[in-house]
């Protein structure tokens, strides 16, 4: 009687412990059971109901990767993208494919084009936020052990994901190679290669930008009809500067020449063309000269420092006709993106290079060291980072700047594609040239994040600070963030 | 005489059983609870970002108190953390004292028998009811009525109304602390009233009645009779207010717009935060959030004593004196007496 009780009691213990420690778990193999994914994940269509079947072989040959491929490839449909080159050391055990990123405008437009030629099912999660923000939600995701097979960083803060074996793999586990991407804008191989020059991302995008602006007010109060004689007038700073006075005179100061500093800030930083950070020491005059400029801006009443870079109030600036026009990058210019949801799409506004060519970002798709999805992982990577047709297709079907140059120059000599929000204009014509003229791997560090957000934080808060007052607060604060770095 | 059964049985000890059951807690506690715990202590002496392995004594303590360390920044950082601690303080203060007084007067009101307060149960549930609302939708509630600009409702009804421009509720240095204030109020008023109200209530009602037919008037028996008598839970009351208040997080951080986070509400906790959720590893500043920690650990610790010092309750201690001397007294006496007691 009382060894039963014994045994009871330390059944009952080892539960409790056991149950105690269950959150513990270092590996879930059924992310579907996350509840999480419900409202911020979308799974893509199984491709046929050969699915199954696919799987089963491919986890069979795991070991013959190149069988895998193969068995993969020939339940998919016919056009599928054949998985060439290098063998895929990764393994192939888990049958989702599982994609990480902050925002899922480009993953949609990518999934569609996807579901057709997919072989197991690919989703996405979404750790939502931006800049430091989404650094760090990723970095506790991908700490967490849920499942995760790719996940997409931005410049800002790509170097500290691809410098970290603990985070992200080679792609030459996936048998993709530098010589894969012959036809990409160099800057985006160079900037997915780390430290030790193996390449750990690859980018589907150019991220060149323009300045947007809304015809009917420009028409409306500074009599320009055409798209050339709108960019004469703003073709340098000190021209967009003129402008700028010129509409708070006509319009008396009901429209802005453009909304946040954020904008103003890429487009300047472009063309300092140094990086934020040399070795360990603070350039700090990129920010002082910022700092003069947006002090002008502000006090001239150009624009309002106080909007949120991305928020509702910035949407409505476009949306209620009170800003002449945004800096937007290519990928703010797709369907679903800031062009669709700030300015409408009554076609109505239009892209022009701007005071200064510029470039915003991008986005990278880096492999986790834990990817168990390989073989659709790599399908998926080639894709849309190396395959022309698809990638064209891409860029037609998203209007995002697709990394590309055979891709891009047939878009753009076939007339193929025109944007309805900017009243039929084909932005790819506009972006080409300053595509080619991206220069960005010598002038990122990995502390460009945080300092920009630093940079831009400050500036909002103390605007009516004296310029050196609002540096020196800057300066401290980016200190205090950053032990590693000094002035 | 006991048998040999009987003092079997006394010698059987059944404490084990008891280790038994309890041992799952310890465990779970000492690897949730106490390893975290002592790990926070590691890293208030270890580095930052990429030096975070390096062991470097006292230098996180140093420089987020004095400014004096080996970053470039140590003095910025300490400025941080002196703003951060003053914010704590500014806040919790702020919060705190008007919603006791507010808590004591509605919890005499609904305890007084003389005042008959008609829905007194239905007052009670609407009062506790927004601290059943999670921080996270209050903020998101709040910002979203006190937005800074024309868009949002208060500032465009205040806007129709004819003033020119804004109210910057949630970004302006003063008016922001002032709004998480009324809200930390607002949220906790309800609970601090029904805790006092249990106390009042715990008050004998013969001495009010004694009182009465004694001829004393209501603003006597609350500072004669029901402040002296609901100290122990005002005490209880001030230290659990103060040891959350010192780690306010939730609403000074979530009360902010978009991504831009405003300095003037950041708390000590908001700052410990700030410095461990950076990014990778690489780009954290452990030491510098383990040694916040341990601070306001300390801080935490200091002010609880010296509560419980100041509220101690001196009549017992001063009969715990007083029996003592008797006591020693007469031993005295017993050995002068040669340990012979007559």
Known sequence: MSKLKRTLALLATLAVTSTAFVACGDKKEDSNASPAENNNSSVADDANAGDADADADANADADANADADADADADADADAPAAVGGEISLPDTDDVLTIVCWTDTDLNNMFDIYTPVQASEVKYQNCGGNGTEASTQYANYLNSGDDVDLFVAEAGWILNYINDDSMSAPMEQLGISTADYADAYQYTVEIGTDNNGVLKAASWQAAAGGW??????????????????????????????????????????????????????????????AAW?????????????????????????????????????????????????????????????????????????????????????????????????????????????????????????????????????????DGSNSNPSLGG???????????????????????????????????????????DTILQKFTDQALADNTDLNA | MASAAQSRIK????????????????????????????????????????????????????????????????????AEFLQALGNTFILWFGNFVPQILLSLLLAVWFTDAKVKLPGKGFFKVVMYMPNIITAASVAALY??????????????????????????????????KGMVMFIQTWLWFGNTMIMLMSGIMGISPSLFEAADIDGAN???????????????????????????????????????????????????????????????????????????????????????????????DKDAIAKKKQRKMAEKQQKARAKQGGGLTI
């Not at chain 1, 109060?221 to 709108?230: A, K, Q």
């Not at chain 2, 715990?37 to 004594?57: C, D, E, M, R």
């Not at chain 2, 029901?226 to 306010?248: E, K, R």
Request: glycine share 8%; charged share 15%; hydrophobic share 40%.
């Open chain 2, 143 to 176: 910002v979203n009525l006190f937005g800074d600009s024309q868009y949002y409702f208060v500032n465009s009804l205040l806007m129709n109304a004819g003033m020119a421009n804004p109210i910057h509720f949630v970004t302006d240095p003063v008016i922001s």
């Open chain 2, 218 to 312: 209501s603003s006597q028996q609350f500072f004669n009779i029901t402040l002296p008598l609901l100290q122990p839970i005002m005490v209880y009351t001030l230290v659990t207010s103060m040891i959350g208040g010192l780690q306010m997080f939730d609403l000074p951080y979530l009360y902010h717009n978009g991504s831009n986070f405003s300095r003037s509400l950041e708390t000590v906790a908001v700052y410990i935060y700030f410095n461990f959720n950076k990014g990778t590893v690489e780009q954290a500043n452990y030491g510098y959030a383990g040694a916040a920690s341990i601070i306001i650990f300390a801080i935490t610790a200091i002010l609880g004593s010296i509560t419980f010092y100041m509220n101690r």
């Open chain 1, 425 to 467: 204009q084909d932005q790819f014509a506009v972006l080409a040239g300053v595509a080619e003229g991206i220069k960005m791997s010598d002038s990122i560090s990995k502390y460009d994040q945080n300092l920009k957000d630093t940079l831009l934080n400050t500036l909002k808060d103390n605007i009516s600070e004296d310029a």
């Open chain 2, 11 to 78: 010698s059987i000890s059944y404490a084990k059983y008891g280790y038994m059951f309890i041992a799952p807690f310890f465990l779970v506690y000492c690897f949730f609870q106490i390893w975290p715990l002592i790990y926070t202590f590691i890293l208030s002496f270890k580095g930052n970002q990429s030096n975070n392995a390096a062991f470097v004594g006292l230098d996180n303590y140093t420089t987020i108190l004095f400014g004096q360390g080996m970053a470039a920044g140590a003095a910025a950082t300490k």
């Open chain 1, 277 to 413: 950070v040399d070795g360990t020491t603070i350039n700090t005059g990129i920010a002082s000269d910022f700092v003069a400029m947006a002090k002008e801006y502000v006090d001239g009443g150009y624009i309002d420092p106080s909007v949120e870079q991305w928020s509702t109030e910035w949407e409505n600036y476009g949306k209620d006709g009170k800003t002449l026009g945004y800096f937007f990058s290519t990928w703010c210019l797709g369907e679903g993106a800031q062009l669709d949801t700030n300015c409408g799409t009554e076609g109505n506004w239009r892209l022009i290079q701007g005071p200064q060519e510029y470039f915003w970002g991008g986005s990278w798709l880096c492999v986790s060291p834990n990817c168990n999805t390989a073989t659709e992982a790599a399908n998926f990577i080639r894709t849309f980072t190396c395959n022309a047709d698809t990638m064209e297709e891409y860029a037609l079907y998203s209007g995002d700047f697709a990394n590309n140059k055979v891709a891009m120059n047939k878009i753009i000599a």
């Open chain 1, 212 to 273: 947007a602006y809304n015809a009917t007010l420009a028409e409306q109060y500074l009599g320009v009809t055409s798209e050339d004689d709108m960019q004469k007038k703003v073709s340098n700073w000190d021209n967009f500067k003129a402008t700028a006075e010129e509409l708070k005179t006509a319009s008396d100061g009901a429209v802005t020449m453009t909304v946040s500093l954020g904008g103003l800030w890429q487009a300047f930083s472009t063309a300092q063309n």
